[in-house]
């Protein structure tokens, strides 16, 4: 059984109004466990949609979405929280990190519903940290690190529950060629720990990178490569 399958997903932004916008198409698609998936196409092609949706962050207006063996697009937003929380890690482009917290307090940030004893959260915490390679930076405030040293602390909170599933939006983006390097580096070790990967990308580090199992590219919210 696929980990993510998609069958005619289309997503519409106000619908039925002059300003209505058909950001995907009948897409289907299948993504199996272990595997790291590019998404990829030019700006306003639908990746961030579709990410969005596979994410469970958004819901398709047609179409039927599984994820691990679930029909989730057809949930309610108080069953997909839960089950993001279980299963899904998310590595936003702009980072949404919390200024005036450390490190620490950052990566802490998505396990505080689970109501966690101390010594727990320090364990979990420090983990994702350590697998993200910001753990000797941990007490640090945000606003000190760098720009490749947020980006690990965004892949680091994404960790922090252990998901299956590791969703990206263009973890390279606006990082030096020495850095990108590195945080792809990351991404390997995350791979051959079995994590499923979904990323959107244009830097050509990453479309080229052997972590890629399989390419899918968007153009004007249709699928029209699956290589």
């Given at each position: 059984?696929?980990?993510?399958?998609?069958?005619?997903?289309?997503?519409?932004?106000?619908?039925?109004?002059?300003?209505?916008?058909?950001?995907?198409?009948?897409?289907?698609?299948?993504?199996?466990?272990?595997?790291?998936?590019?998404?990829?196409?030019?700006?306003?092609?639908?990746?961030?949609?579709?990410?969005?949706?596979?994410?469970?962050?958004?819901?398709?207006?047609?179409?039927?979405?599984?994820?691990?063996?679930?029909?989730?697009?057809?949930?309610?937003?108080?069953?997909?929280?839960?089950?993001?929380?279980?299963?899904?890690?998310?590595?936003?482009?702009?980072?949404?990190?919390?200024?005036?917290?450390?490190?620490?307090?950052?990566?802490?940030?998505?396990?505080?519903?689970?109501?966690?004893?101390?010594?727990?959260?320090?364990?979990?915490?420090?983990?994702?940290?350590?697998?993200?390679?910001?753990?000797?930076?941990?007490?640090?405030?945000?606003?000190?690190?760098?720009?490749?040293?947020?980006?690990?602390?965004?892949?680091?909170?994404?960790?922090?529950?252990?998901?299956?599933?590791?969703?990206?939006?263009?973890?390279?983006?606006?990082?030096?060629?020495?850095?990108a390097a590195a945080i792809?580096?990351?991404?390997?070790?995350?791979?051959?720990?079995?994590?499923?990967?979904?990323?959107?990308?244009?830097?050509?580090?990453?479309?080229?990178?052997?972590?890629?199992?399989?390419?899918?590219?968007?153009?004007?919210?249709?699928?029209?490569?699956?290589?």
């Amino acid at each position: 059984m696929p980990v993510i399958e998609t069958i005619g997903v289309s997503k519409v932004f106000n619908s039925g109004e002059r300003n209505e916008v058909k950001a995907l198409t009948d897409i289907s698609l299948t993504i199996e466990a272990g595997e790291c998936v590019l998404l990829s196409g030019p700006s306003g092609s639908g990746k961030s949609t579709l990410l969005s949706i596979l994410a469970c962050l958004a819901k398709p207006t047609e179409g039927a979405y599984y994820c691990l063996g679930e029909q989730v697009s057809r949930w309610p937003e108080k069953f997909l929280t839960r089950f993001r929380r279980q299963h899904i890690g998310v590595v936003f482009q702009q980072f949404h990190l919390i200024r005036g917290l450390t490190v620490r307090a950052n990566i802490a940030v998505p396990l505080i519903p689970y109501g966690l004893s101390h010594n727990s959260l320090k364990k979990a915490v420090e983990k994702a940290a350590e697998s993200a390679g910001i753990l000797h930076k941990i007490e640090s405030p945000i606003e000190k690190l760098s720009g490749g040293e947020q980006q690990r602390v965004a892949i680091a909170r994404a960790l922090a529950a252990n998901p299956t599933i590791v969703f990206a939006d263009e973890p390279t983006a606006h990082l030096d060629s020495h850095t990108a390097a590195a945080i792809l580096d990351v991404f390997t070790s995350l791979k051959k720990g079995g994590k499923t990967i979904i990323v959107t990308s244009h830097d050509p580090l990453m479309q080229q990178h052997r972590i890629i199992d399989n390419k899918l590219t968007l153009k004007d919210g249709q699928l029209f490569s699956n290589t």
